[in-house]
Structures are given as C-alpha cells and as structure tokens.
C-alpha cells in the first residue's frame, strides 16, 4: 500500500477514496491478489475510523477477513485498540467476524478472554453468535481455557452461562487441550479457588486425566496447591480424599459404562426421530397414567367397610390383591420405562428448559406414584408397589450420575421417598412423637446431603417439603395443627443448622490450609 492510500485510510477521508477510484477502477483489486496483506480497512480499524471502515466493507467485503502480516484481521486490530463501537458495526454488517481465525488461531472471542470483558462486548459476541464458544486455537484451546488461565472468573461465568443453553454443553465443559488439559486442570494448577468451585458446581469432570495421566486433584498436589486440594479431595483429610475420589471414579466409570449401553443409540437417533418418539412417548405415558385412574372393575366408592378379611375404604381398587398386583406391576414398569426414555431423549436440548421439563415429570410420576397408593386394596399389595417407587427412585439418581436428569428432579422424587420411609417396612416401631421427630430429623438430613451445594435451590426445595408436610398434616390432623406444623418444621430446622455447621466446617478447614 502506498503512503498516500494509508494516509487517506488512517484520516478517514471518503471523498479521497473516491478520487483515487475514480483515477483508477481497480486500485483495491491487487489487495485481493495477495494472501497476507495491510489492507485499507486494517489501517482504518487500527486507527478508529468508523465512516471509512463501513465504506470500505461495503466496497470490499473480503477485506474484513484477510489477515495482515501479523496475523490479524481487522476486527481484531479494532479489538486491540479498544474501539468498542468500530467492533459493533462489524458485527452488524456480518456476525460470523467473531469466528476469524487469526495468529495461533484465536479468533476475537478468544482476545476477550485474554484480556477481560471490556465494554461488554463478550455478551455481545456470544449472543451474536452463540457457536463462537466452541472455536479452539491451533492448541486446540477453547474460550474456557483462556479464560481461566487468565484467570478471568467473571468470562467464565458468563461462557458457562451460555454454554448450559446449548447441547453441547458437557462436551466443551470438558474440553481438553493438546496436552490433555481441561479447564479444570488449568484452575487446579494456578490454585483458583473461585474457578474451581464454579467449574465443580457445573459438574465439570474431576475424574479426566491429562496425556500425564494426572486428574485436576494430581495437578494441584503436583504444585502444593494445599486449598485447591482441599476443593477438589473434598476433605481436608488427604487419606479420606484419596479414598473419596477413587470411589466416585469407580461409580461414575461403571454407570457411564452402563448409560453408554443403553442410550447410545438414543443420542444418535435424527431431530425429527427424537421429536416423534418424544410424542409417541407422551401419548404412552398419559395412557399409562389414565389407565392408573381407572383400574379395570372400578373403585369402591361406598363407605369404610371391613368384612372378615376383606376391608375398603373410598378409593380403593375393587380389584382382589392378586389381580390388583397382576395389573398394576406391568403397568408401573411400562410407566417407569416410559418415563426414562423421555429424559434419556431431553439430553440435546437447551440445559434451561430441560430442567424445567425435568421438575415437571418428577411432579407427575408422584402422582401416578400417589395414585396408585391410594388405590391399593390391602396394605400388602401397598408394600410391593413401595418396592417399585424404590427401584424408581434408584434409576432417577443413576440417570443423574450419568447427566441425564437435574439434581432438583432428583430431590422432589427424593422428598416422598427419604430413608425416614424405611420405618414403614420395619414391624413393631410404634409411630409416636418420638419417631416422628426422628424421621423429619433423617429427611432434613437426607436432603442436605443431596442438595447442598445449592444453599438457595436446596431452600426451596425443602420448604415445598415441608408445606407439603403441613398441608397433608392439616389435613387429617385438624385438631393438632400447632403441633402437626412445629414437627413438620423440623426438617427446614435440620437443613439450616447443617448447612450453617457446614458453612463453620469449611472457614475452619481453610483457616488450617493457610
């Protein structure tokens, strides 16, 4: 490029540029000619010049995409240069500026990273274009990876808040680099706490081994990390933590073995394949359910009778135990596969919605749940469909393991199926005040070891317990009410006193790591 075009570039003079077009008609054409070149529009993104960058745009659309002989592209000398709205035109003109490649193959998404969310601007790039997040550099490092060496807490909070909205969210989660690295890895091996903890509590994978063979635990006591140890060991008692993390390892390489079996062919299956047979499983399961609320002969529908060995009380099935044990067992099995193949096919979609469709079904499988119990003719044929929600129950918290089912879904199903409901199955312990203060002390117990990594999710999530406990108690306990609520609060009494001794446990545990 001549001088006398570079000063017309760098002072934004349209009407010069128009001079030289009109001396000669193909002045910008040997620019294309060239592979890495210093186009005109480079000169006027380093120097700031909106009115002639988007003149030139309009004249050269290539330029915006050539790289000059230091690797970048237009839009990523503007970037450089912090000329936020030079960036913002570009991307009006063509979102898909954010993806160019320049020197080691970062794009301008990976330059935020780097440098911090400056104006704002990583929002925009990612709602510009969403797919952005998954470019990688030429070592083969994605915007995660940036960002945490960088150590860039608040992009990382908003790429994994984009990234839950996408499928491929576990996928670039756990993303690892050229020597085996993921961001996991990289935050264990600079002791970033905050990182760590908000990688951990997006479920990323601490059992990932790098080309060294090393997981984000033998990274940070590769370097002493003493607090990034005590994060990841989950204890700060190495023995335990060791023994902890093998243990988990071995759970979640045996049920994702498992899953892998099972709903491979499910994850492969076309969009308008998945979209059918979510609607064909739809319509089953409502079957299913209908055919729950109407069980063949009826029900009684008269007063408590109780006649030799035979008893009904209003809503009972009229059907004898052994043909209501016969109807109801295939028809909760086919309900239960039913309900699983659904979640198995809401894995590629959007994190946010799936988890509320998630919360949904949890709900409706503890009415058909509910309903069935309350159709039960004797308490025996009551005792085997028991059975049947514990194996339920028990294949919701390995769907979870294998990332198929949200930690809330799991807790709703877990509030009408807590340890405490054991004491159903045990003959002769007397249902006194006594036990039931033991059992609302196991169920708030039970809860806080399943959703506290969530202080404000596991709060509701109690609390919708406990006024259910409260309404059901209000309900046949009129009488008592005081009483029927006070212990119904003891669950919501155990989950804040555990969470606080919790709360006390971590601050004395890092007071001992410093």
């Not at 002969?297 to 009778?305: C, E, H, L």
Request: proline share 3%.
């Amino acid at each position: 490029m001549d001088q006398s075009f570079r000063t017309i570039s760098r002072s934004g003079d349209v009407s010069e540029l128009y001079r030289l077009i009109q001396r000669d008609g193909n002045i910008l054409r040997h620019f294309d000619e060239v592979e890495f070149i210093e186009t005109p529009l480079h000169v006027a993104a380093d120097a700031g010049c909106i009115g002639f960058a988007m003149e030139m745009m309009k004249l050269k659309p290539s330029f915006a995409r050539k790289l000059n002989q230091q690797g970048l592209s237009p839009i990523h000398l503007a970037l450089e240069k912090g000329h936020k709205e030079m960036v913002l035109r570009f991307l009006e003109i063509d979102k898909y500026l954010v993806r160019v490649r320049g020197k080691n193959g970062e794009t301008p998404l990976h330059y935020i990273c780097k440098v911090g969310n400056h104006a704002i601007l990583l929002d925009r790039f990612l709602k510009a274009c969403p797919d952005c997040i998954r470019d990688v550099t030429t070592e083969n490092r994605s915007a995660l990876h940036i960002a945490t060496e960088n150590n860039r807490l608040d992009v990382l909070q908003v790429l994994i808040r984009t990234l839950k909205k996408n499928n491929y969210y576990w996928e670039e989660l756990n993303r690892m680099d050229e020597h085996g690295n993921t961001a996991l890895h990289i935050a264990a091996s600079n002791n970033q706490t905050q990182m760590l903890k908000l990688l951990l509590s997006c479920k990323a994978d601490k059992h990932a081994t790098n080309q060294s063979g090393l997981t984000a635990l033998g990274v940070a006591e590769q370097h002493n990390n003493r607090e990034s140890i005590r994060i990841l060991g989950g204890c700060f008692i190495p023995g335990v933590s060791s023994i902890k993390s093998e243990w988990e390892k071995q759970v979640v390489k045996y049920v994702a073995k498992a899953s892998s079996t099972i709903f491979n062919d499910l994850d492969n299956i076309s969009s308008d394949d998945r979209n059918a047979l979510l609607v064909f499983l739809g319509l089953l399961l409502t079957g299913t359910y209908q055919a729950t609320l109407s069980p063949p002969g009826g029900v009684w529908q008269g007063d408590n009778t109780s006649s030799g060995k035979t008893s009904r009380t209003p809503g009972a099935s009229l059907l004898d135990q052994s043909d209501f044990l016969l109807f109801y067992i295939p028809t909760y099995v086919v309900f239960m596969v039913t309900f699983f193949l659904i979640l198995a096919l809401l894995k590629p979609f959007p994190h946010g919605f799936k988890k509320t469709i998630q919360v949904l079904l949890a709900f409706f499988a503890i009415c058909f749940d509910q309903s069935i119990s309350f159709i039960a003719p004797t308490d025996f044929a009551l005792k085997v469909m028991e059975v049947f929600t514990l194996l339920f129950f028990v294949l919701t918290l390995v769907m979870f393991f294998t990332d198929r089912v949200s930690k809330p879904s799991v807790a709703i199903l877990g509030c009408w199926l807590t340890p405490s409901e054991l004491f159903d199955f045990v003959k002769g312990i007397p249902r006194d005040v006594d036990t039931l203060f033991l059992r609302l002390a196991i169920d708030g117990c039970w809860l806080f070891l399943f959703v506290k990594d969530d202080f404000w999710e596991g709060t509701i999530i109690v609390i919708g317990y406990c006024s259910y406990s409260i309404m059901y108690d209000v309900s046949w306990e009129a009488p008592h009410v005081k009483l029927e609520v006070a212990h119904s609060l003891m669950a919501l009494g155990c989950w804040f006193f555990l969470y606080l001794c919790r709360f006390c446990f971590k601050q004395c545990c890092q007071r001992c790591c410093t």
